[in-house]
């Protein structure tokens, strides 16, 4: 409950410390964007952003480990051993946390924004890799396909998001006009970043209450 009421505060706090001339918005920012110091992203408010979005994901963590411990009995593996990419695409992301996207710091002798990128990247299909085996996991403990509704949301969700990023690419290519960053509407990458991470902490909020095997 108190890294719930930390990673809240802190996050909502950050977006509230967002100056008002940066103008922020879900269609043109990425989520990194209230953890940068840059002075124009988030200078007043991302140090806040940091402990936030830490409090965040200890708490995805718990519920990973919850997760993990209902992974028992014949048929339990694949469950178990998708825990291992699970939390490390956490820690990743952890450790991203702490090296913000930032053009003017530097981090290892490269600028931050660049190793804060590459690790967040490299994050994804790790994390997919560790969703994709706990759906398995599920699916041969006996959980019916039906009741894996939330795991085929989230594909349908990221195929379609990366659709439209792909499709956006093919239209600056013809168009040199057209911008490739942040891009426009339902093309928007970083609408589609803030979509796939608020349903991933509603999914894993839901693969931490529902046992594998429910509903057989």
């Not at 269609?27 to 992203?41: K, V």
């Not at 991302?46 to 963590?61: D, F, H, N, P, S």
């Not at 411990?69 to 490390?88: D, E, M, Q, T, Y």
């Amino acid at each position: 409950m108190a890294l719930a009421v930390v990673a809240m505060a802190g996050l909502g706090l950050a977006w509230g410390l967002y100056p008002a001339e940066n103008r922020y918005s879900i269609l043109t920012s990425t989520i990194s964007y209230l953890g940068s110091p840059d002075p124009d992203r988030n200078p007043h408010g991302w140090r806040i952003y940091q402990v936030g979005m830490t409090a965040l994901i200890l708490l995805t963590g718990s519920w990973l480990w919850r997760r993990h411990a209902g992974f028992v009995g014949r048929g339990s593996v694949l469950g178990r051993i998708g825990s291992a990419p699970l939390l490390l695409a956490m820690g990743m992301l952890l450790v991203s946390v702490w090296i913000p996207d930032s053009r003017t710091l530097e981090f290892l002798g490269e600028k931050a924004t660049r190793v804060h990128t590459r690790l967040a990247i490299l994050a994804i299909p790790v994390l997919g890799v560790g969703l994709t085996l706990d759906t398995v996991g599920r699916f041969v403990m006996g959980t019916r396909l039906v009741r894996l509704w939330p795991a085929f949301l989230f594909a349908a969700l990221v195929a379609f998001g990366f659709w439209k990023l792909a499709e956006w690419e093919s239209m600056c290519r013809a168009d040199r006009s057209l911008r490739h960053w942040p891009g426009d509407g339902l093309h928007s990458t970083p609408l589609w970043e803030w979509i796939t991470f608020l349903y991933l902490i509603g999914h894993m909020r839901w693969m931490s209450k529902t046992l594998p095997g429910d509903g057989r």
